[in-house]
């Protein structure tokens, strides 16, 4: 390089030399190559350091003289050609991508739908039903049916898997794509998070919404006539099984009027959200339902759930997992319409204090119970629904009014009771009934409703079987 640019004060008539130089070099060379860029770059250099005008003069002669060259050369025509067509296709399809984008944004709409949220599995469902399908990438779903006898079958039903489908949907293209959003896992299920993203048509987006609305009504017949059961797992609520058939709260006998004065407390309670509300008052209500085994507390919840249209979430206080902290967590995250149910709760606490003394120390505190039942503020109503065989164990802490406002005894079969199921059983057999009846009082012993149910269900259609085997409920 020191050879081109020359240093400050050199005349110009040395650099004017090397220029004849160069171009005597470029034109005695017969064209090579490397002579021709060397003797280049000193015209180029030139003119900058020359200023006198002549420098400038020479190198544009000396300029055209090189693209002479340069368009006479053919292997640079084609380079240079080639270079051209590159560049220019790059920047055209640069522009096809924009213009695609563009096109894109405009005339498609997306409608995004991640694995936590519920409507994932209705959309997965209703699509492993729709025939307009065009799926070559399946995954497979075991789906359980129970039948109205209680029986369970099992059934395989196919669903799109992780890849792209196109389905047409009331005439409009729909582009489906399930994916699996790399590592990431959903810690509580094993399974790994994802999304399935829809496309269609801008002007057809109001399809969006035709096809969910039809995902969740499906799923919603699906579970109609059915009470979902809830069980805490980790820190959320998880159906329990599948869906059980919603009992009929006729098939509850309990003592006279006790059903229908608990459903009108509820009821009430369900209408009155306003008035809780105007006076700061928490806007819940605590059920305790206390008395001997077999009596009727769950089956009576259970049909309760079943006429109000809700489902039931079962806690276990009893759960050595369980810690005052996700009590609290699963208590204030409750499924919306569900009651919440504690079941046998003076048990829980008798075996805490077991597992304390023995030097178990993880599990719920008493107190960690309290403060979860009240804090359970929620913009929903919450019907909270405990039960027990032993409520003189009971703390009078949590059964103090706020925490339990509704107490019932639902205690063993009254001889209003007796008469009721056995009808119930043995359907028009009055004078049975009351042969039955009469046996029953002449024990003169405490008989539980489950015992009864038990005997009828051993003399199916034979009622004479059951008056005989009456001595039997003795305990
Ligand atoms: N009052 C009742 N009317 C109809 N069926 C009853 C009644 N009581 C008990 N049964 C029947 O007896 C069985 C046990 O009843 P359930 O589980 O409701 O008793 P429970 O009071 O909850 O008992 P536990 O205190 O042991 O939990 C059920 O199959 C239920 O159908
Ligand atoms: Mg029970």
Redesign the pocket.
Known sequence: MDKLWPRQGSSPGVIAGATSQGVSESENAGNGVGVSLQSSSRDLAMPVVSGDGSGASSSSSRFGQFSEFLESNPIFTAGFGLMGLGAGLAVARQGVMRLGNLIYRQMLVDLEIPSKDKSYTWFLEWMSQYPNRNSRHLSIQTAVKQHDNGSITTKFELVPGPGKHLIRYKGAFMLIKRERSGRLMDLTSGTPFETITLTTLYRDRHLFNDLLTEAHTRAQSQQQGKTVIYSSFGPEWRPFGTPRRKRDLD????AEGVKERMLDDIKDFLNTSSWYYDRGIPYRRGYLLY?P???????VIQALAGELDYNICILNLSEITLTDDRLNHLMNHIPERSILLLEDIDAAFNERKQSDDQGFMSGVTFSGLLNALDGVASADERLIFM?T?HPERLDPALIRPGRVDYKEC?DNATEY?VRQ?FLRFYEGHDAECELFVQKVIDLNSTVS??QL?GLFVYNKNNPQGAIDMVPFLKQ
Request: proline share 5%; hydrophobic share 30%; net charge positive.
């Open positions: 098939s509850v006998i309990l008395g085994p077999g009596s009727g507390k769950s089956s039960t065989n639902i009771q199921m409703t489950a149910q």
